[in-house]
């Protein structure tokens, strides 16, 4: 089975997910909304089983995390103390003629914006560019029924801040000790002026964010180990070790609030090629001192073993859920042709822990007994995993239907099932057939799911 390799997959992903249920563009009957995506009924099982684990490895496999789900709506002080009314703007240009507004860093402008030569890249016009201004990433709406500047409120554009401001109502209810950290996933929302490549870079977005609040001294060796242990989560998830690297931001590049970031990158192939999905940060004590300033409430934690109070520092790690989703897409994505058969076929090499549908169930012919048989079966395994039932079309078909979704498991229910109550499990994979025996199907892919 060569595997081809297709020339952009990103291209072939965004229809294969139209498609198959997995991703719709926002609003599809309007027209769209720009970079907005929905995720249909196969996407919300992919993505769901991504926040899963990373739930399960963050918060549910340790004493020393626990879980918040804090609102997106917050006081607009907060944004005010993070930094982010202040610096969270990226240099826009305007063009007077055509309207239309770029990036200052553009590479399609020609000549310096403000100038006499400067050139609109889309309508062409010199000396219409304006200089540039900086431009607030934040979506901002209003609280209540006036729309007044006292009643201004922002979408969060990171879950972080809602850890921050909850850090002692964690730490005191649940009795945690430092070094210990808070991990939520959630919505997060940026007014991006290049957003594009599909869910890579959206207006709307999910995060899953950890801020892990340390003895200030010991942070950079907690970094460390936070950079290694997300590194091989990227890895248990099936990501390629190749198509993965660190790469470390420089002063330039540095946000606001980081001491030293960086950044856990995927090859996305194509024109994207690496590209960040995860930051590791280490914060100091940036967001604890300035919410402290903004709002008067001592943010201090109490060593009591030590009698000494001191504000912790933070180490984050921020991974984007759509941009991971993005990530496990392509990487699964492969395109084979199959020996003996003049079709070739499309697979989606998920692993089978983040598979939307666990096993397919498919009698081979509709007679005989073998329906009620495989419904029967599908019911029993319904209980345990998702599981598709499909009695239509040729066998051959029905399989390569669900190897384009990445269904780990099909099931087929024959002739001998009818006799001696054996039936066969097909790997997407390595497309070996072994017959077992009907009752023990649920228990053997139960355990192959959990490895
Ligand atoms: N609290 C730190 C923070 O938000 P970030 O590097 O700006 O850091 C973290 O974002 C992650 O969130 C990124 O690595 C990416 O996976 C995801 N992300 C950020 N902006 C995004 C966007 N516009 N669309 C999709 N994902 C985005």
Redesign the pocket.
């Known amino acids: 089975m060569p595997a081809t390799a297709p020339s952009d997959v990103l291209e072939k992903l965004v229809s294969l997910c139209k498609r198959r249920g997995f991703i719709f563009q926002s609003s599809e009957i309007y027209g769209g909304t720009g970079s907005v995506w929905d995720y249909g009924p196969l996407g919300v099982e992919l993505k769901r089983n991504l926040k899963d684990r990373w739930w399960h490895a963050m918060v549910r496999a340790r004493d020393d995390i626990e879980g918040l789900d804090a609102a997106i709506l917050m006081h607009p002080r907060v944004w005010e103390a993070s930094g982010h009314v202040a610096t969270f703007t990226d240099p826009l240009v305007d063009c007077k003629n055509c309207k239309k507004r770029f990036r200052a860093d553009d590479p399609k402008i020609k000549g310096t914006p403000g100038t006499p030569d400067a050139q609109c890249p889309v309508c062409g016009m010199k000396g219409t560019l304006s200089e540039p201004r900086l431009f607030n990433l934040m979506f901002k709406t209003y609280m209540g029924p006036v729309e007044d500047s006292a009643s201004i409120v922002y979408l969060r554009p990171?879950?972080?801040q809602g850890i921050y401001v909850n850090f002692l109502n964690v730490q005191q209810s649940t009795r945690q000790k430092v070094p210990f950290g808070i991990a939520q996933i959630g919505k997060?929302f940026?007014n991006?002026i290049t957003?594009g490549n599909f869910?890579?870079?959206?207006?709307e977005?999910e995060?899953m964010?950890m801020q892990f609040f340390v003895e200030p001294g010991t942070d950079m060796h907690w970094f460390e180990y936070w950079k290694e242990q997300r590194l091989n989560w990227h890895k248990s998830l099936g990501l390629a070790p190749e198509r993965l690297e660190f790469h470390q931001h420089s002063k330039e590049e540095l946000?606001h609030y980081a001491r030293a970031a960086f950044?856990i990158q995927f090859d996305f192939g194509g024109t994207l090629g690496f590209q960040?999905?995860?930051?590791v940060?280490n914060r100091g004590d940036f967001d604890l001192s300035r919410h402290q300033e903004y709002s008067g409430k001592k943010l201090e934690y109490f060593d009591q073993p030590n009698n000494k109070r001191f504000l912790p520092f933070v180490v984050?790690t921020?991974?984007?859920a759509?941009?991971?989703t993005l990530a496990v897409l392509v990487n699964g994505y492969r395109e084979e042709t199959v020996e003996g058969e003049s079709e070739g076929r499309t697979v989606l090499g998920l692993h089978p822990s983040l598979a939307p549908i666990k096993a397919g169930v498919f009698p081979l012919v509709k007679k005989d007994g073998m329906p009620e048989f495989a419904e029967k079966l599908t019911a029993e395994l319904r209980q345990r995993f998702p599981v598709f039932y499909d009695e239509s079309g040729a066998i051959g078909r029905r399989y390569r239907r669900q190897d384009e979704v990445g269904t780990p498991y099909c099931i087929t229910i024959d002739g001998q099932t009818m006799q001696d109550g054996t039936v066969t499990i097909r790997d997407r994979d390595t497309l070996q057939q072994e017959r077992v025996a009907a009752d023990a199907v649920a228990r053997i892919i139960q355990a192959r799911l959990s490895t």
């Open positions: 990171e879950t972080a997060a940026r991006e957003p869910i890579f870079r959206t207006r977005f995060q964010e946000a950044d960040e999905i995860e930051g940060h984050e921020s991974v984007g759509d941009r991971t």
